[in-house]
């Protein structure tokens, strides 16, 4: 029996490779002879980068960048299909999680170190890049990342403008001069599973401001701001960002991205399974394993990661099952799962599950396993 294990990562527990090596041991304890193809997943967001790496055997590197804030960071990025792919998150370089509390300022916060990241992979040899833009701290349009790459965002004086989204009021005009790489003869999918347009009522700093520390007051100025960013692309650049689904994405990265790398905004979990080549994976096998942390109607709705698995088997004609900390719901998932199974079965405190969430996912998995494998024998 073939068995490809595909998990999510269990957040708060587990990672994706934790995870599918947990099921992985489950399984072995019911069907010891089983031939399992480890695969574990995400869909564009935390983790992303880990699981294609782990997923595919590539490589990571880590190298000093600008923080949001301007102070150093320690980031890292993942290659993969021999050092041609790279995938980056943004959040490692100007996630929220960078940014104490009391910092917080959408107005001065920059995407520098995304640009410098997407710069050295590319001084590298990567020349596709798969970049999930979740969990940002920032609300300059991409602003940062473009500096970093060369570009030159100037004022009416001719200066560079200072970090930030606040500045981007300032602007006069882009120079592509400086521009270290040919970006529009690149690859650049972005992981983006929103449909915020860059500016008003449903953009970037409306929706997202509030949660990085800005006020009613520096939302109104950074939706000018950003809006202006727009107008000064459209006429530099000759491309239109403003109403893009999914521009307004990580403050405005979304749109950043595809005004200067010609960037193609992507959902996510799909965009992952390509990377990982998933259909070239599923063929012979018998059953496919997935799980995350919680299942519930948010994972049939929102194009998570174990819908996506969901999907691409029943295509290839293979049953799979899923397996979730908690499991709710069950309506919704059972147009996807052929089954199900929670690993928490016993009263206790969720601190306690997510101290043991290992252990729990080798007995569900393997409660799991004997249950199909009754089933089979009975059929």
């Known amino acids: ?178 521009v270290h790489a040919n970006w529009k003869e690149t690859r650049v999918e972005v992981a983006c599973d929103v449909t915020n347009p860059l500016t008003g009522p449903t953009g970037a700093s409306a929706v997202y401001g509030p949660q990085k520390g800005a006020t009613p007051e520096m939302v109104a100025e950074l939706d000018a701001a950003l809006k202006h960013f727009a107008e000064v692309i459209r006429h530099d650049l000759g491309v239109d960002v403003e109403q893009l689904p999914g521009a307004g994405a990580a403050g405005g990265l979304g749109a950043g991205l595809v005004a200067f790398t010609g960037a193609k905004l992507r959902p996510g979990a799909e965009m992952v399974m390509e990377a990982l080549h998933l259909d070239e994976r599923l063929k012979g096998a018998d059953l496919v394993i997935t799980g995350e942390g919680r299942l519930d109607s948010q994972t049939a709705r929102f194009g998570k990661g174990p819908a996506a698995v969901a999907r691409h088997a029943r295509n290839a004609g293979i049953p799979v099952v899923a397996i979730g900390g908690s499991v709710a719901d069950e309506t919704d998932l059972r147009l996807l799962f052929d089954g199900l199974e929670a690993t928490v079965v016993e009263p206790g405190s969720l601190d306690e599950a997510l101290a043991q969430a290992g252990p729990l996912l080798v007995r569900a998995a393997s409660r799991l396993m004997r249950l199909l494998l009754t089933g089979r024998r009975l059929a």
């Not at 072995?28 to 055997?57: N, Q, W």
């Not at 300059?140 to 965002?153: F, I, P, R, V």
């Open 1 to 178: 029996m073939r068995i490809v294990i595909a998990p999510n990562a269990f957040k708060g527990s587990l990672s994706a490779l934790e995870a599918a090596d947990a099921i992985g041991e489950g399984v072995r304890l019911a069907a010891p002879d089983a031939t399992l193809v480890l695969v574990p997943i995400a869909d564009g967001g935390d983790g992303t980068a880990d699981a294609l790496v782990a997923a595919t055997h590539g490589d990571r590197c880590t190298l000093r960048v600008r923080g949001p804030l301007g102070d150093p960071v320690e980031a890292g990025y993942g290659l993969i299909d021999g050092r041609s792919t790279a995938v980056i998150e943004m959040a490692k370089a100007a996630g929220l999680a960078l940014v104490p509390p009391e910092r917080r300022d959408p107005r001065v916060t920059t995407t520098y170190g995304v640009g410098e990241l997407l710069q050295r992979a590319y001084e590298g040899g990567a020349r596709h890049f798969i970049v999930g833009i979740g969990g940002s701290a920032t609300n300059d349009g991409g602003a940062g990342m473009a500096q970093a790459l060369g570009y030159h965002l100037l004022d009416g004086n001719g200066q560079d403008l200072s970090p930030g989204g606040l500045a981007l009021t300032r602007l006069a005009r882009i120079d592509v001069g400086g």
